[in-house]
């Protein structure tokens, strides 16, 4: 990065260089160059992407972006992923009806629509490897995690999780994004409602495989399993698929 | 790194510069250098390991490692990453005795001598944001995923899985890697042995719950089952734990 000494943003921007630039309040700016930043990043993976594209698309000059973002690319890609991890969390909150499995699976279809819109950039973060990628992204994704993890042991009526609940829905959520990344990454052979309900039951599943030896697990799935109502036939259908005979 | 411009290994070593160092025929030193490298890089995170240290340790010479390995630190992790590798791929082979589920906790065992044995490295690695990490180490890591994809779909008699049995299978995985690096994380409250179970078990319900809409998944699970024997009780528990009245 070339332009390390760059001052801070001040209140005013820099004389527009070219035409067609506009002038844009601070804090309306850097918000500004952030979304056109996430865009970008969501397109492509983050070799692909330089700091020209983002002061192109965001209709600014280089040193007005370097203005902003000292760091360059990197501070820039790290405030993108900041963004979208707030937008992405805000999508945990459950709908407040519905049986517990319905309620997964409003959720998992508002990450699979996020999923979606950042296609590229998910995909890149999730793999690794990337030139961007550093502890402090890593710590971005990271946070997310947790998010999740917490959201979900609130959904399920935990307050305390033990070491073998938190195992089990930490262990769900690494499936969740597997199926993620593995949905973007084929033709997408396996439809977004088919992934959803698939990962709906692995949920199910996985819960019994862990109730088998944790009593705090077995409540909670003893709870869920009520809930869903004698309508419930998967439940009744996966009981039929473990039977010795099936 | 500052000795890009040191030149090939050649048949016989530099003069030792402190009394000590031992000359070693040429492939023998580099199979050293990459045993104490590994043995560095997994007992610490690579931030924490110096090329100085893998010398030191070596009983070698800075100069002598970088002749070497001229790409320094990185090339060296590399290398002992692609033997870490190889050593982790052989331990996949599946014992030839036993019913399916045996065999699988078998292979499970190897994997976490595997993972003890590597400890904060291997953590680091899977972890991401390491300073190390690259596309090259990205690749393979990602290398030794396929491999268990393949040697899995292979002891379940599969030739052609289709995208719903990979699924299902790479999810696995990826739930084997995350309770692994629970269990590095953690004081290690749920035993080995006890983890081992657990994943054996997951995998049954995980396909199970994979069966309910993929013919194919739901064969592979039917024809496991039919090898576990009458005396398995815990596909019977898993079936009971689904009971609606559980």
Known sequence: MDASSASAPSTSE????RAGYRRLPVEQRREQLIAVALELFAA?????????DVAEAAGASRPLVYRYFAG?????????????AEELTSRFTVPLTGTPTAQLAAVLDRY?????????GYAALLRGGSVVETAGTSAIVDEVRRAALKRTLRHLGVREAGARLTLLVRSWIAVVEGAS????????????????????????????????????????LAGLLALEGPDDSRAA?????????A
Chains 1, 2 share one sequence.
């Open 14 to 17: 820099a004389r527009p260089r």
């Open 44 to 52: 492509r993976a983050p070799e692909e992407v330089g700091l020209d």
């Open 72 to 84: 360059g690319k990197q501070q820039l890609y790290e405030a993108a992923l900041r963004s979208a």
């Open 112 to 120: 699979f629509a996020f999923v979606a819109e950042h296609d590229a």
């Open 181 to 220: 990344l593995t949905w973007l990454d084929g033709d997408r052979t396996v439809p977004v409602t088919e992934l959803r309900d698939w990962l709906v039951d692995q949920f199910v599943a996985m819960a019994a495989a862990t109730a088998l030896g944790d009593p705090q697990t077995a409540e909670v």
């Open 237 to 245: 259908r996966l009981r039929a698929l473990l039977a010795p005979d």
